[in-house]
């Protein structure tokens, strides 16, 4: 089992930036990607961004990959998602997530097994 725990969100204007934390604990060797979702209210949740953890492959979401910057530092086991120019359709809950898989096309939330309690982003225009 992975415990995953993230930290960084809040409420914030238009335009600035946030930077979330996720800090993975448990059997950390074992997982091959970790990627960060969003679930808006009344909307389904969605994926943002996944970064591998060997190799450093990336991918984003089209709606955020010019604004938002997945990262890790494998010492700490913490990966981190830099948010800039944030914008109002950027409010909602953002989860930490591990998969055990490798995905050469992109990820879908199905391939991740353990998951973050979320943290709350609220952007007001």
């Known amino acids: 089992q992975v415990q995953l725990v993230e930290s960084g969100g809040g409420s914030v204007q238009a335009g600035v930036s946030l930077r979330l934390s996720c800090t993975a604990s448990g059997r950390t060797f074992s997982n091959y990607a970790m990627g960060w979702f969003r679930q808006a209210p009344g909307k389904e949740r969605e994926f943002v961004a996944a970064i591998t953890w060997s190799l450093g492959r990336i991918y984003y979401a089209d709606s955020v990959k010019d604004r938002f910057t997945i990262s890790m530092d494998n010492a700490k086991n913490t990966v981190y998602l830099q948010m800039n120019s944030l914008k109002p359709e950027d409010t909602a809950v953002y989860y930490c997530?591990?998969?055990?898989?490798?995905?050469?096309?992109?990820?879908?939330?199905?391939?991740?097994?353990?998951w973050g309690q979320g943290t709350q982003v609220t952007v007001s225009s």
């Open positions: 997530a591990a998969s055990l898989y490798s995905r050469r096309n992109g990820y879908t939330s199905k391939d991740f097994q353990s």
